[in-house]
Every structure is written in structure tokens, then in C-alpha cells.
């Protein structure tokens, strides 16, 4: 009689009874060791602080720069913050008696659409041994209406963490579009600016570290549903906005237009082209941010507006460029995919043109290689080079306005 080499337990007594080389298992010995599996692996997963290794500044840009092409200020700044942020945790988990605490220093970026900061981010998350989270405010409402509550964001943190208290309360949040929950205007209005204003109010609290009871599962909160307090004093805030526009909020500062010849010698010092550079405090402030949430994000930054050359090496340098993704899917097929020189720099130049930044090169890249790539699986090509006629001929087809920002 056929029986269960674990428990014991004959056919007829199970639902399921699967036949090895030299023994049997039972379908419920199969789900318990399921579990135990599943446990074991948890527990080795789990984020210790203690097992981190520090790495220096120098080596976290090292790694950045695998994958990000320039914006060598905003990869420092970067680096610092999460190094400081590794130590931080050391000092949380040693619990030394010093009498010197180090505050966290949240981080904002500066940078106009496709410049990378989103990229940073998630480039950050690739060799991070903290719970690392990316969330969009744009989503966010204040508590009561339609939307996403604040807490929501450390819902997502805790999902990431497997739900460990202790490994969220020392992770790193990136929340993204910071400009959209900009105040709409300063002027009062009978209705509520809900997703601007009142948002910025409600993570004054995150940012600043306090205890914050948190929805398990998301969503709303109900009054008989069971919360998780979670402490955000060592969890570290990343922001990152475009703020279209408030370039001439800057311009306004520093008087760029003004008339007279010591004022005219001044401005001529002044990079009229890149503005960002000059980005302060108040800049943000007249943008419609808060003070109180600027003065809880006391690191900020920039993003340099991407060149013809910056944009000409994303496309081919870094580990997970766009060429060598497309290169990696044809090969796949088993075909051989080369650009020449000039149907690259026929890229860069339309991006260029249409204002979109590296993002930009993605969409014009597919609108050039969507024949090939519907095409020639289904054919014995092993071999296709895209030229520059090849190139322009795609992208003549295609209507240009859908590509143009307006």
C-alpha cells in the first residue's frame, strides 16, 4: 500500500499522493513545507541593519555613474545623503550614549523632464540594503477625499519591507512630482486645494519624524481597522519635481533684466541658458511650496538641462542604455542590430528639437524601430543596420506633433 514517506498517511486518506524514486509525499506535507520554505526564506531576506555595508560617497557615485550620464552635483549630493543616512541607522542601532544626535537631511531635486531624476532613484534602489519605496504625489489628497491619504506612503514603504516595523522606520522614500502639490494660488478660494496645499501640510508631519498610525492593507482608514505605528524620525524623504516654470522665479531674484551698467556687468555672469543652478529657498517658495515643508527639506539641488552630447552618451554608455536594450531584444531573435553614427545622432538632434529630454529618445527610437521589430522576427533576417535614410524615412511617417511638446 502506497503511503506518505513523511507522515505516514495512506492514499485513500489523502487528496493527493505524489510518487518519487524511492518514496512518496502527500499534499498536505507538500503545503507545510511550502510554508516552511516560504518562512525560511523571509527570514533570510530580512533587512539588518547591522549586516549593511557602509559604502563611501565616492563609491555610491561610482555606481550612479554606471547608469546616470552627468549630473555630477545631484549624484554627490546624492551619495552624501544616503551615506549619512547609513550612519544614522548605525548610530540609531548602537544606541550610543553621545549626546549629539544626527538629524536626517531630506533632499529635494531641481530638474527639468527627463533630466533623471526619477532614474537617480531608482538607480539608488539597485544596490540599497533598506527598504527603498518611489511614490507620485500627484495622487495625493488630503484625509476624506477622493485620492490616495499621505499614509499611503508608508503603506507602500511597509509592502516593501514585508511589513517589518523596524526595517521601514529606516528606510529611504523617494516621492516624486513634489512641484504638482505646489499651492495653486495665493489668493483664497471658496473650494479646498485638497491635492495642493492641504497635501503639503499633511507630510509636514512625515518629513519632520513622528508616529504615524498606518492602514496594513492600504487604502481608507476605518474606525474598527487595525493600524500600524510607524515612526518616520529615521526614515529619509528624497523628492524630486520638474517645476516648470520656475525659471523665472529665478530670473525675478536676480534681477536679470535690469538696466544700468554695473547691474548689466553683473548679470553677464549669470548663465541665462541654465538657470536652475541659481535655484534657492525662496525660489520655492514664491512656486507655491510652503516654508514649512522647505524647511524640511534642507538639502536642495539640481539637475542640468541635458546637451547634445549628455544626450548622445545615454543613448549608448550607460550598462542599461536604450541602444543596448534594443541590441539585447533583437538578439534574442537571434538577429545582429548595429546603428551607424549618423542615424544616432539623427536622435539626439530630433530630441533635441522636441524638448522631451532622455525620455524623449525612447519615443523616437520606437516610432524608427517598430517595423523592424514587427517585421523581421517572423523572417531569416540575422542581420539589420540602421541608417540614417532608414532612420528618416520612419520617422517621416509618423506624425510629428504627437512627439512635439507644446
Known sequence: MDKCSFCGREKRDTNLLIAGISGHICDSCIEQAYDIVQEELKKNNEFDVNSIKLLKPAEIKKFLDLYVIGQEDAKKFISV???NHYKRLMQTNQRETDEVEIEKSNIILVG?????????ARTIAKMLHVPFTIVDATVLTEAGYVGEDI???????LQVADYNVEAAEKGIVFIDEIDKIARKSDNPSITRDVSGEGVQQGLLKLLEGSIINVPPQGGRKHPDQKMIPVNTKNILFICGGAFDGIEKKIGQRLNTKVVGYNA???????EKDNLLQYIAPQDLKSYGLIPEIIGRLPVLTYLHPLDKTALREILTEPKNSIIKQYIKLFEIDGINLDFEEEALNYVVNKAIEFKLGARGLRSICEHIMIDAMFELPSTNTNKISITLKYAEEKLEKVNMKKLKVA
Open 81 to 83: 545623503a544616503v551615506y
Open 112 to 120: 527639468e523632464t527627463g533630466t533623471g531624476k526619477t532614474l537617480l
Open 151 to 157: 499614509e499611503s506612503i508608508l503603506t507602500r514603504l
Open 264 to 270: 548689466s556687468r553683473d548679470s553677464d555672469r549669470i
